[in-house]
């Protein structure tokens, strides 16, 4: 019957990995295996399983041969699309015994990655020379800047700008069609080190036939680690910078430079069209005026010091120039945002990060993030991987030697 230790049969196992995957706890995946399957599965067991199930995927992941259980396409992608991201898990030292015991300070970095299968369209001119309106909308503008961790951005007056209240009922949607439409998404996660991670999404860029695609785009934001496996590994790709991090800079370098809301917002939209346009020369030159004005910030001055806002927006900028020729990409019909990284990232911290959550160091964590990154694949993965695995009733089993006299071994 393909019985393994526990006596969960394959279709038992099969239905357990889903609902672990697809809901938020163990103990609610119990619930959901008793509402919905009919039968009683104690979430320790389903813990268990899912460690089990997990290893077996990194396993076949990390197999010299590339994935097993990525089928190769029959053709080439048109535009082959990889971006990558980090993302928050937290850990504790396993073997201690019951209750929480951190490892280190408990929370770890996760490395994040989609490949996209996508289709383009290209186009002798730019196909929007002027950004979306959802970047002049101040109120989501703001929004997006407040999570890179700086505090500036709600209106120091507390009351709407001008533009809050021009932009109150614009769509906040990008107008046209001129961008690329995803077709299949494979998913990546792993608590492994980024040289390793590298290596993954190479093998997996590899079966997917990534490297014979006609167009091909690697996206990410300011991260060291991001460009350095582009390097390494996509240098063929063209690297691209997510605009919406060079337009949450911008946003608080104009907060930083002017003590006036409606400057302020001015300041940032022609930055901000510049940066859309390629004029990535001209912006630098403004902000280095604006560094000197200010001066340079003291090795003490705090992250919210004017001096410092845009010393950090002048770095970063400049570190990245070379990534930032938006108008080109869109010509080619390439994304110019992590979009599709940036939801996957919640989707996948969806499962794995809480205040409440804590997952064992590495194991624990590893397999979690196997399983969670296989259901989000596209590409019918996990399920191929539950109908492969030793136990499962469409395996092909060997003939058992201790069925034959002559071969027992003692």
Known sequence: MGLDARELTPLLVSRSIVAVAQTRAFQKAEIVMADTAGQRVSAKTLQRVA???????????????????????????????????????RTREPGHGRGVHLNGKGWNETKNACLIRAQRKTFAEDPQPEPPECFADSAHVANIAETQALSLASPRSGEATIAEEENESQPLSLPGDWRPKRLVRTVLSSMAPSDQ???????????????????????????????????????????????????????????????????????????????????????????????????????????????????????????????????????????????????????INWRVKGTEMFWNNPAGAEAILQIRAAALSEDDRLKRHLQSRPGSPFTRRPKAASLQPNKIRS
């Open 197 to 347: 991670f590298g290596q993954q999404m190479s093998r997996e860029a590899h079966c997917r036939r990534f490297d014979e695609a006609q167009a091909k785009a690697f996206l990410g934001d300011g991260l060291p680690w991001n460009w350095t496996i582009w390097k390494r590994h996509f240098h063929d790709f063209t690297p691209i910078l997510d605009f919406i991090h060079v337009l949450s800079y911008l946003f608080l370098a104009a907060r930083a430079a002017h003590a006036s809301d409606q400057d302020a917002w001015d300041q940032y939209l022609a930055w901000m069209r510049g940066c859309w346009q390629g004029e990535i020369d001209q912006v630098l030159e403004e902000l280095a005026l604006w560094q000197t004005r200010l001066g340079e910030p003291p090795a003490e001055a705090p992250d919210h010091d004017p001096r410092e806002v845009i010393r950090k927006t002048l770095q970063y900028l400049r570190n990245n120039c070379s990534r930032m020729n938006y108008p080109a990409y869109r010509r080619e019909g390439l994304p110019v945002t992590t979009a599709w990284m940036e939801s996957l990232v919640k989707e």
């Open 51 to 89: 460690q089990q199930v997990g290893c077996e995927l990194a396993e076949r992941r990390d197999c010299k041969g590339g994935n097993s259980l990525a089928r190769p396409p029959e053709d080439p992608p048109d535009l082959a699309v990889v971006e990558c991201d980090g993302g928050r898990i």
